[in-house]
């Protein structure tokens, strides 16, 4: 099998699902290589960075570390840009072969339409990019014949088991770890610090998904990615807590049958597989193996002791722009709880009164999308204390 060296601009490549991707490009450097590292503000990791793998071009999003990033890598023969536009435009260049989108939150969903429209394969690991604009960027992929490959494991799951017969769909389920919170009840969660909420079990992410993981609305983002990524009906997902992490997602047919992608608890695993479908990359990673495993468990998600999943589903259904508002509140909760302003149960509250509060519309125009991301984010911004 001869596999074309494919090159690849890594947007958020400081973040976690960007330092992995390098890892794998690092593992397959006869397969895969850098060739745009893009980081929104942590320039001394973009540095080592772009001084180990040697990319064509780098971009820091805040323009204030320009200079720092510049005069770091004078003497290295790479490209630095600064700027959310950079970001935008770095993308579209003819060098580069697929765009790993992994940057954190709306601000992932201009680069990507930019790639999108210069013909780009996109290796999906912002799902916010689909939860805000998902109807646009469905329909811009499907115009220009670009291939949406899903990095998130539940995403990747998905759409492995797909391969042959996407049209026979009755179901899916996304399957979620349960969190650090698994099992708890309100008495108990009106009182977790941040601390505790960023002690994932089994996975390690970045603070704003690992609090999303603790409130069960990363299993909502995700909900109303599939719906995009897999065009579906909201009915047609369901969520269900498997807390070893092992079956990554399920797939229900038409005639009754179930598919499950299986593994190990390992972000280079979908990772490899987008970076290299439609082939499989032989790899060394560690195998799973049924015997450390002797149990799998299933849940229902508790939708009291954890709302946020039920607003994740009501904004779904709703459509238009609520989605957006849904997600620029929970943005802003998140990050007001990890900066300790409010409590655990709060990030829940200001999303649903931002919901109750922003005029939504359905709408097709990015505009539309755009004012209500920054209409929302004011008014959530407003709720919490000063």
């Known amino acids: 099998m001869i596999i074309?060296?494919?090159?690849?601009?890594?947007?958020?490549?400081?973040?976690?699902?960007?330092?992995?991707?390098?890892?794998?490009?690092?593992?397959?450097?006869?397969?895969?290589?850098?060739?745009?590292?893009?980081?929104?503000?942590?320039?001394?990791?973009?540095?080592?960075?772009?001084?180990?793998?040697?990319?064509?071009?780098?971009?820091?999003?805040?323009?204030?570390?320009?200079?720092v990033l510049a005069d770091a890598l004078k003497s290295y023969p790479v490209k630095v840009y600064a700027g959310h536009e950079a970001v935008e435009q770095i993308v579209t260049m003819d060098t580069i072969d697929i765009v790993l989108a992994a940057m954190v939150g709306y601000s992932g969903l201009m680069p990507t339409i930019s790639a999108i429209n210069a013909g780009k394969t996109i290796a999906l690991a912002n799902k916010e990019t689909l939860v805000v604009a998902g109807e646009i960027i469905a329909r811009m992929?499907?115009?220009?014949?670009?291939?949406?490959?899903?990095?998130?494991?539940?995403?990747?799951?998905?759409?492995q088991c797909l391969v042959g017969e996407p049209d026979a769909?009755?179901?899916i389920y996304l399957t979620a770890s349960g969190g650090p919170f698994r099992g708890k009840k309100r008495q108990y969660l009106e009182h977790v610090t941040k601390k505790e909420a960023l002690r994932h079990p089994n996975w390690t992410m970045g603070a704003k998904i690992t609090i999303d993981s603790a409130t069960l609305m990363n299993k909502g983002l995700e909900a109303i990615e599939a719906r995009w990524m897999f065009n579906l009906h909201p009915s047609q997902i369901e969520?269900?807590?498997?807390?070893?992490?092992?079956?990554?997602s399920l797939v229900q047919f038409t005639d009754g049958s179930v598919k499950a992608q299986m593994g190990l608890p390992d972000m280079k695993l979908p990772i490899l597989y987008a970076f290299s479908y439609p082939e499989r990359i032989k790899s060394d990673f560690p195998r799973f193996r049924f015997t450390d495993y002797p149990e799998f468990n299933f849940e229902l998600p508790d939708l009291d002791s954890f709302p946020n999943l039920l607003l994740a589903y009501e904004a779904m259904k709703t459509g238009g722009t609520m989605p957006c508002i849904m997600n620029a509140s929970n943005e802003i909760a998140v990050e007001a709880f990890l900066k300790d302003r409010i409590g655990f149960y709060d990030i829940s509250?200001?999303?649903?009164?931002?919901?109750?509060?922003?005029?939504?519309?359905?709408?097709?125009?990015?505009?539309?999308?755009r004012d209500a991301d920054r209409e929302a984010r004011a008014y959530a911004e407003s709720l919490l204390p000063t």
């Open 349 to 369: 509250s200001v999303i649903q009164k931002t919901m109750e509060k922003i005029r939504f519309v359905k709408s097709m125009d990015i505009f539309d999308y």
């Open 169 to 171: 769909v009755e179901k």
């Open 141 to 159: 992929a499907s115009e220009t014949n670009v291939r949406i490959i899903p990095v998130d494991s539940e995403h990747s799951a998905i759409f």
């Open 4 to 67: 074309m060296k494919k090159r690849i601009a890594i947007l958020g490549s400081t973040g976690s699902i960007g330092t992995q991707s390098l890892e794998v490009i690092s593992k397959f450097s006869d397969i895969f290589e850098v060739e745009v590292l893009t980081a929104h503000n942590n320039v001394q990791l973009l540095t080592e960075q772009a001084k180990i793998f040697r990319p064509n071009a780098v971009v820091i999003a805040n323009k204030e570390k320009f200079g």
């Open 239 to 248: 969520v269900v807590i498997h807390p070893q992490s092992i079956i990554h």
